[in-house]
């Protein structure tokens, strides 16, 4: 059956008696070249085995199966893999699992489902859970490849340079563990229902090693979050409301590092953060 048919689908949903979820993020692909273009952008052959979240009725798995050595797709709504059982029986490499991806114990699924292989994640995220999933995957460093449809939006704000005004602590995040790439854009008209802003596909590269050397990950990412609290503020009030150090200690440590007492988190880049945290970290076992 040709998934991306919005009258097969209608058929297929009709008989079983699905509703879309809006809370579950259920906006299905309907248009056939971006699944294809999305499986094709994930660089994956038969050595691999892929993670896939929320297969919907499995538009994006098809494409998947073609490639992969194997598919283990976790879906939350439990109306969905009987759908599933129809759209994919002829793919028998892909296999099905009733879940919720936040609560997964995602290094216990690949050890039993993927052992030996390659390991890539591929989705059409539901957009309510795209910075928690991402963190969940990326913490595991498993995945040598996450390919995600996610909204523009904060494809843009992840893929942004210091010194924009999409950069932030979760930008910060995602380039310390990877290298993101915005592959192309996907229209509303492309699912069904149309979500109300356009989606794009970001890959992400896992790196060999972060870019700059960071002693302390707690602290750097402390470090991280607290300067970008408080936007528009100089990193020094940020700072101050995170560490038991004085204003006076932390313009040192800024001027320490070559900054100026007022520059601000949103300028600065990892290996930056960097010398700050490590600064921050002699600062406080020297208390
Ligand atoms: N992959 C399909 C496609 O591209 O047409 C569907 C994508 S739809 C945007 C998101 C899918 O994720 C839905 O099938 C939804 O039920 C599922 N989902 C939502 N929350 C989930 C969760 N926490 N864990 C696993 N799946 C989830």
Do not use: W
Not at 89 to 113: Q, R
Request: proline residues 5%; aromatic residues 6%; charged residues 25%.
């Amino acid at each position: 059956m040709d998934l991306c048919n919005p009258s097969e689908i209608k058929t297929l949903l009709e008989s079983n008696g699905f509703h879309f979820s809006k809370s579950l993020g259920q906006n299905f692909l309907i248009e056939g070249r971006v699944p294809l273009k999305i499986a094709e952008g994930a660089g994956i052959d038969g050595s691999f085995g892929v993670l896939e979240i929320g297969p919907g009725i499995g538009a994006l798995t098809k494409r998947l199966s073609e490639r992969a050595g194997k598919v283990v797709a976790v879906e939350l709504d439990k109306s969905l893999p009987k759908l599933l059982a129809v759209s994919l029986a002829d793919c028998d490499n892909v296999e099905i699992i009733s879940g919720d991806i936040l609560k997964t114990d995602i290094e216990t699924l690949v050890k039993e489902k993927f052992a030996g292989m390659r390991l890539a994640v591929c989705a059409n995220l539901p957009y309510n859970i795209t910075t928690p999933v991402l963190t969940k995957l990326m913490d595991t460093g498993l995945f040598e490849t996450i390919t995600v449809m996610i909204q523009r939006e904060v494809a843009r704000r992840i893929a942004s340079k210091p010194g924009s005004d999409d950069y932030g602590a979760f930008t910060v995040y995602a380039n310390y563990h990877a290298v993101p790439e915005i592959l192309f854009d996907v229209s509303p008209g492309c699912f069904m229902p149309a979500p109300k802003v356009t989606s794009s596909v970001i890959k992400f590269t896992r790196r060999d090693a972060p870019p700059a050397e960071v002693k302390d990950e707690k602290m750097f990412f402390r470090v991280v979050r607290a300067s970008f609290a408080q936007r528009r503020k100089t990193l020094v009030n940020g700072l101050s409301a995170a560490f038991p150090l004085s204003k006076e200690a932390l313009i040192q440590v800024l001027e320490e590092c070559g900054f100026d007492a007022k520059v601000r988190g949103e300028t600065l880049g990892i290996p930056e953060f960097a010398r700050i945290a490590e600064k921050i970290g002699e600062k406080l076992n020297a208390n």
